[in-house]
C-alpha cells in the first residue's frame, strides 16, 4: 500500500526544515574539537590575543610554488596552508590565502620584487625537483607575505639548525609556523611596541654606533640612546622595557651600577654583552698583540646575579675565517681568507623560544662564561660551541702568522662550552647590605626583585660588520668576507620578543610535532597482509552485507507470497 502523498511531503519538511536550523546554528555556535596528540589544529592562547586584535581582513600569499616540489616542500607547503585555515578559523575577521610564484614576476619588476623579500629575510634556496628529462634545479622561495589594506610584512618559515637532517629542518619549520605568521600579523596590528635603551658613554658600541641593534628591531620597537650620567634616579629608566650594555670599553661609576642594580630588581630586562679580554685586531700583523684582560665595572653585579665572564678567549674548530693580504698579482692585491679560531660558529643551541630553531650564530673573540651560586635565580645557557672547544687565559697571542699553522686538535679537547645564558628569577641586590652611593634614597631602595638578565661573552655579538668596499655598516649578521649571513639578528630579535613578554607569541615556539617515521622492515615483512586488509577486505564485507541484505529481502517477502 502506497504512503499519502502527505505524509511523503510532510516527512521532506521536516528533513529540509532540520537542515535549515543545522546551519543557521552553525553561523553562531562555532567550535572546533582537536583530537591530535600535540594538538596540532589548536592555538596558543598569546596567538589568540593576536587574531582578536584585528579589525580588518588579512591576506597571506604563500610564496612556495613550483611544479613538481618534492615531497617534503610539498608537506610544508600544506602545512602552511592548514596553519591559515586554522587562524581563519579563531579570527574574527577573514583570512584569506592564495599562493604566488615571486619568479611570475616579469622584466625589471622582479629583481626589485626579489629584493623586497630579501629585505624581509626570506632568501631563495635552490631544490631538485622531478623532469621528464631527470632531476632539475629549481628555485623557491619559501616564506609568506602578510599584508592588509595598508600595510605589509613577510616571514622566512624553512628554517632548521646546522646539522640538522632534511626531515628535522621541515618538521621544526611546521612547529614554527604558528609563531612566524602570528608575529607577521602582530607587526600589522601593533606594528610598534616598547621603549628600549642602548646605553652609551663608556665605549660601548664602538665599531658600528649601535647600527646593529637599530637595523635588526626597527618598526618594532622604539631604541634610544641613553647616556647613563643623564639618569638622575631608577624611575628614569622604568619607561625602558629592555637596556642594552653592548661592549663597554670604560668602567662604569658605582653610582651607574645602582641604576642598573635597580632597574632589574624593579623587574626590568638587562642584556649585558662584555668582552672579559681587550683585542685590538689592528696590531695582530707580524707578530701580533696580546689580549689582555679588561674591566668595565660590572664583574661584580652580574657575579651576584650568578655569572661570571672569565678573562680568556675560547677557540673552536668549528670556526670562521679572516681574509690577510698574501703578496700582489699584477696590480691587484691578494687577500688570502685564513682559519680564524678566535671566529666560533656556534650551532648547538637551547631547546628554548630564544634559540629553538636557530642557525649558526657568529662570535668574534668570545669569553667563556661559569655560573656561581646566586640563590633564587635560574640560569638557562641559551648557545654552545662545538665538541672541539678550547680555552686561552688572558693573555692571549692573537698574531696572523699562527693563522698559517694547522690546528692541533688536542688542544681543543673541551665541549659545548656555553656563549650565552639567561638568568631568571628572584634576583638580590648587589647593595643589600651596604651603603648606597651618595644621592640616592635609602626609602625607594629595592633588596630584591623579579627581572630578568641575559648575559654573553662577546661584546661584538649584535654589532654588525662592515662593507669591505666602502665601509658602511653591513645588515646584522652578515659576514664581508664569506658573504655568509648568520642567524644573529634573528637570535636578536627572539631575545627581545621573549623578555618583553616571555608568555606572549614567542612561547608557540615550544610546540613540538613528533616525526612518526613507518618501520621500513616492517613494512617490507607486512606489505601484502596489509594491501588485502584496505584493498580486499571492503569488498568482501560489501559482499557479505549485500548477501545479508537479500537473504533478509528473500526471507521477507518469500513468507507474504505464501
Known amino acids: 500500500m502506497k504512503k499519502p502523498i502527505t505524509n511523503t511531503i510532510k516527512q521532506w519538511t521536516i528533513l529540509l526544515g532540520g537542515v535549515v536550523v543545522f546551519v543557521i ?9 582537536d583530537l591530535t596528540e600535540e594538538k596540532r589544529y589548536s592555538l596558543h592562547p598569546a596567538t589568540e590575543e593576536v587574531l582578536s586584535q584585528l579589525t580588518e581582513p588579512i591576506h597571506v600569499d604563500i610564496l612556495l610554488v613550483a611544479d613538481n616540489l618534492p615531497g617534503g616542500m610539498r608537506r610544508l607547503q600544506k602545512s602552511i596552508e592548514e596553519t591559515v585555515r586554522t587562524f581563519n578559523s579563531y579570527s574574527p575577521e577573514k583570512i584569506s590565502y592564495s599562493y604566488f610564484d615571486p619568479l611570475s614576476v616579469e622584466g625589471s619588476e622582479q629583481e626589485a620584487f626579489i629584493g623586497t623579500l630579501t629585505q624581509y629575510g626570506i632568501n631563495p634556496t635552490n631544490v631538485y625537483v622531478s623532469q621528464n628529462s631527470g632531476q632539475q634545479a629549481t628555485l623557491i622561495f619559501p616564506g609568506i607575505l602578510v599584508s592588509d589594506s595598508e ?33 607577521a600579523i602582530k607587526k600589522l596590528v601593533s606594528p610598534e611596541e616598547s621603549a ?12 658600528d654606533d649601535g647600527y646593529g641593534l637599530v637595523e635588526a628591531l626597527d618598526g618594532e620597537f622604539e ?10 634616579k631608577p624611575s ?19 653610582r651607574e651600577i645602582y641604576l642598573l642594580d635597580q632597574y632589574v630588581m624593579n623587574g626590568g630586562n638587562l ?9 685590538d685586531i689592528a696590531q695582530a700583523g707580524g707578530e701580533g698583540t696580546f689580549a689582555m684582560p679588561v674591566d668595565s ?13 672569565n678573562k680568556d678567549l675560547i677557540q673552536d674548530l668549528n670556526f670562521g675565517y679572516f681574509p690577510v693580504m698574501a703578496g700582489n698579482f699584477g696590480n691587484q692585491d691578494q687577500m688570502v681568507p685564513l682559519p680564524w679560531p678566535f671566529y666560533i660558529q656556534a650551532g648547538i643551541m637551547q631547546d628554548h623560544p630564544i634559540t629553538k630553531g636557530l642557525d649558526v650564530v657568529y662570535f668574534r673573540f668570545a669569553s667563556s662564561l661559569d655560573t656561581v651560586m646566586a640563590e633564587g635565580v635560574r640560569k638557562t645557557p641559551l648557545i654552545f660551541s662545538s665538541n672541539h672547544s678550547g680555552i686561552l687565559k688572558a693573555p692571549v697571542r692573537v698574531a696572523f702568522n699562527d693563522m698559517q699553522k694547522e690546528p692541533q686538535e688536542e688542544n681543543f679537547s673541551l665541549k659545548n662550552l656555553p656563549m650565552g645564558y639567561l638568568l631568571e628569577g628572584n634576583f638580590t641586590s648587589l647593595f643589600k647590605n651596604r651603603f648606597l652611593p651618595e644621592g640616592f634614597s635609602k626609602e625607594e631602595f629595592k633588596d630584591s626583585g623579579s627581572g630578568k638578565v641575559v648575559v654573553f661573552g662577546d661584546g661584538d655579538v649584535f654589532q654588525s660588520q662592515r662593507n669591505l668596499q666602502d665601509g658602511s655598516p653591513l645588515a646584522l649578521g652578515e659576514d664581508p668576507f664569506s658573504q655568509v649571513t648568520y642567524a644573529n639578528k634573528l637570535l636578536l630579535r627572539n631575545m627581545v620578543k621573549y623578555l618583553s613578554e616571555p608568555e606572549g607569541i614567542i612561547a608557540s615556539r615550544t610546540r613540538t610535532f613528533k616525526i612518526r617515521p613507518l618501520n621500513k622492515v616492517k613494512v617490507a615483512q607486512e606489505k601484502t597482509f596489509w594491501q588485502l586488509i584496505n584493498v580486499v577486505a ?13 537473504w533478509i529481502r528473500n526471507q521477507k517477502f518469500s513468507k507474504k507470497i505464501n
Do not use: C
Open 25 to 33: 546554528l552553525a553561523q553562531f555556535l562555532r567550535f572546533r574539537i
Open 151 to 183: 600595510f605589509e610584512t613577510g616571514a622566512l618559515v624553512l628554517k632548521g639548525e646546522r646539522g640538522m637532517g632534511a626531515d628535522e629542518i621541515l618538521n621544526q619549520s611546521i612547529e614554527n609556523l604558528e609563531f612566524e605568521l602570528s608575529n
Open 196 to 207: 628600549i635603551a642602548m646605553i652609551m658613554g663608556h665605549g660601548e658600541m664602538a665599531e
Open 223 to 232: 631604541l634610544f640612546k641613553v647616556p647613563l650620567e643623564q639618569a638622575k
Open 236 to 254: 628614569d629608566l622604568a619607561n625602558f622595557k629592555i637596556i642594552f650594555i653592548e661592549g663597554p670599553r670604560e668602567i662604569y661609576t658605582e
Open 271 to 279: 642584556v649585558v654583552m662584555i668582552d672579559g679580554v681587550a683585542v
Open 297 to 309: 665595572g660590572l664583574e661584580n653585579l652580574l657575579f651576584k646575579y650568578g655569572i661570571r665572564v
Open 538 to 550: 571492503p569488498v568482501m564485507i560489501l559482499l557479505l552485507i549485500g548477501a545479508f541484505v537479500w
